[in-house]
């Protein structure tokens, strides 16, 4: 079957979920069971380097897309799909070649993908053109069964000398949360594993970024957040942004007992279950600790360019 590549138009939104979830069906929306999926694709920002569907002349099917965003300056990263019933026909390698080709052309000095896996006839696919290996972003499921004690855990922390607090309430409270928040943010990124880590060091999130995913947080009393002694030291929240402790604070069990206790306030809420990720020995240690159980990674490999 004959098909044809073209730039991607607006008549092509949505095409990209559309497909994803034809090839990743297990991602649907459980509404008691805050979710965030390594590999679900989509990654790309609003603005793209360039963007591509396959066609399907005769009923004008997209069969396939990809798209091609830079990272930073000359570190891009790529998505590709294609409609499982497409599948092994040509299709993957003409998008792949095409990208490859574009970045090329943008003076891309490194070409980022991503492959669950559970893929294999994916990562083979990528690894056959260059693609190597460089970390494991693991996925992580628990549901829960037993009701546990909220207050517990933050107890423990408290004998320690670690107060928490929620979001919501420093909001009203601190004039300088915001602040606080980013520099614990900044911190926390010492150690953090990186797919294509920077040669001049971890780059902060910008101030104006991280005040927008807060803005966005949803349940801030669901948010917490261990202090000592007024600093900030550690967050967590089972609805968006995860968990984070500072380096000096590290080793000390306030990132288990801070999720233990964002797990028993879910629960106390209603909700089910959580699904998260991450790339941190030391994260995946905690949530193995608390009854996550891993079930697949996401394989993010680099391409060099030059």
């Known amino acids: 079957m004959t098909y044809s590549l073209r730039s991607w138009t607006d008549q092509d939104t949505g095409i990209d979920r559309d497909i994803s979830q034809?090839?990743?069906?297990?991602?649907r929306e459980e509404p008691r069971h805050p979710a965030w999926f390594p590999a679900q694709q989509l990654g790309a920002p609003r603005e793209t380097s360039s963007r591509y569907v396959v066609v399907e002349p005769r009923n004008d099917e997209r069969a396939a897309y990809a798209t091609l965003w830079e990272l930073r300056?000359?570190?891009?990263?790529?998505?590709?799909?294609?409609?499982?019933?497409?599948?092994?026909?040509?299709?993957?390698?003409?998008?792949?070649?095409?990208?490859?080709?574009?970045?090329?052309?943008?003076?891309?000095?490194?070409?980022?993908?991503?492959?669950?896996?559970?893929?294999?006839?994916?990562l083979e696919f990528v690894q056959r053109r260059g693609f190597e290996e460089t970390h494991r972003m693991g996925a992580y499921r628990i549901d829960f069964d037993t009701l546990s004690d909220l207050q517990e855990p933050f107890a423990r922390l408290r004998e320690s000398g670690i107060e928490v607090t929620t979001l919501a309430t420093v909001r009203e409270k601190d004039p300088h949360y915001l602040g606080q928040l980013h520099e614990l943010h900044s911190a926390a990124g010492e150690g953090w594993p990186?797919?294509?880590?920077?040669?001049?060091?971890?780059?902060?999130?910008?101030?104006?970024r991280l005040k927008l995913w807060l803005d966005k947080t949803q349940l801030p009393e669901a948010f917490f957040i261990a202090k000592h002694a007024q600093r900030y030291v550690a967050f967590t929240s089972l609805f968006g942004?995860?968990?984070?402790?500072?380096?000096?604070?590290?080793?000390?069990?306030?990132?288990?007992?801070?999720?233990?206790?964002?797990?028993?306030?879910?629960?106390?809420?209603?909700?089910?279950?959580?699904?998260?990720?991450t790339a941190s020995p030391g994260m995946q240690t905690v949530l193995?600790?608390?009854?996550?159980?891993?079930?697949?990674?996401?394989?993010?490999l680099i391409r060099k360019m030059v």
């Open 73 to 122: 300056p000359g570190r891009y990263r790529f998505d590709l799909a294609v409609r499982p019933e497409r599948q092994r026909q040509g299709i993957a390698t003409q998008l792949l070649a095409r990208i490859i080709s574009d970045a090329h052309a943008f003076g891309a000095t490194g070409l980022q993908a991503r492959v669950r896996d559970d893929k294999p006839s994916a």
């Open 288 to 300: 193995e600790r608390l009854g996550y159980r891993r079930i697949w990674s996401e394989i993010r």
């Open 22 to 27: 034809t090839i990743y069906p297990e991602y």
């Open 194 to 208: 990186d797919p294509d880590p920077d040669p001049g060091g971890p780059v902060p999130v910008p101030f104006e």
């Open 241 to 277: 942004i995860g968990t984070a402790v500072h380096p000096e604070y590290r080793r000390r069990r306030i990132a288990t007992l801070l999720k233990a206790g964002s797990i028993a306030d879910a629960q106390g809420r209603g909700f089910q279950g959580q699904t998260t990720c």
